[in-house]
């Protein structure tokens, strides 16, 4: 089974609607990302996660929320989904105690079109 | 803010040349840099990690360098082959703050091997 698991694979929505992403994770991992990737920009982070009482917000966080409701699972919503949300979605692990050689492990995204 | 930059969108190379990836970055130099590889549809893999002051890396076909004062890591695969086709994506760490240990990526250079 993958370490790092993403929930819905594709979702395709309408303007206004709320939609979430979830992830869950088997690693152990105490830090989680959620990356939006577009064409051409590369991967984004939108939040992370250090622990579970610890929430940050990343590059490009509005017009999304976060929650993480245990150390394996971290959810994105979109409040009101906007076309330009429209995206190749990634979450990630990491361990959090190797310091700054922390590699992150990534999930197999959620291709998200907003109509 | 800091940048980082991999100078080609796309590379083609014919079967067991050696493929070369740059990547650049603005600013300060990160503690470390990070290789991923990334297939069509699926999330980025961990490749190679190399420390500010290790100037090189190996591992199997892969060799990564880093050098400071041009801010610079090349990769290498040498003789490469058509399963090598992905695109690769640089990663350089955050050091400082809060946000110590995220990674910021580059946009990702998509490589093709030609039998």
């Known amino acids: 089974d993958a370490d790092v698991t993403q929930t819905p694979r594709n979702r395709i929505t309408k303007t206004g609607k709320r939609i979430m992403l979830e992830c869950s994770q088997t690693k152990g991992h105490d830090r989680m990302y959620w990356y939006r990737q577009d064409p051409g920009l590369g991967l984004r982070l939108i939040y992370y996660?250090?622990?579970?009482?610890?929430?940050n917000k990343g590059e490009i966080s509005d017009g999304y929320s976060v929650s993480r409701q245990a150390q394996a699972k971290f959810s994105l919503s979109l409040e009101s989904a906007i076309p330009n949300q429209t995206a190749l979605y990634f979450c990630?692990?990491?361990?959090?105690?190797?310091?700054?050689?922390?590699?992150?492990?990534f999930g197999p995204g959620t291709r998200l079109t907003v109509l | 803010s800091q940048k980082i930059e991999q100078n080609s969108e796309a590379l083609n190379i014919q079967e067991g040349k050696t493929a070369t990836l740059t990547c650049n970055y603005t600013n300060y130099s990160p503690a470390y840099l990070q290789w991923y590889r990334q297939d069509p549809g699926r999330g980025p893999v961990f490749l190679l990690l190399?420390?500010?002051?290790?100037k090189e890396k190996r591992k199997e076909r892969l060799k990564v360098t880093f050098d400071t004062t041009l801010k610079q890591s090349l990769f290498h695969i040498t003789a490469s082959q058509p399963a090598d086709s992905a695109t690769y994506l640089c990663?350089?760490?955050?050091?400082?703050?809060?946000?110590?240990?995220?990674?910021?990526f580059g946009k990702g250079t998509k490589l093709s091997v030609k039998p």
């Open positions: 190399i420390r500010e002051n290790e």
């Open positions: 996660s250090f622990d579970v009482k610890d929430i």
């Open positions: 990630a692990t990491s361990d959090g105690r190797v310091g700054w050689t922390d590699t992150q492990y």
């Open positions: 990663a350089l760490v955050l050091p400082y703050g809060g946000s110590q240990g995220n990674l910021i």
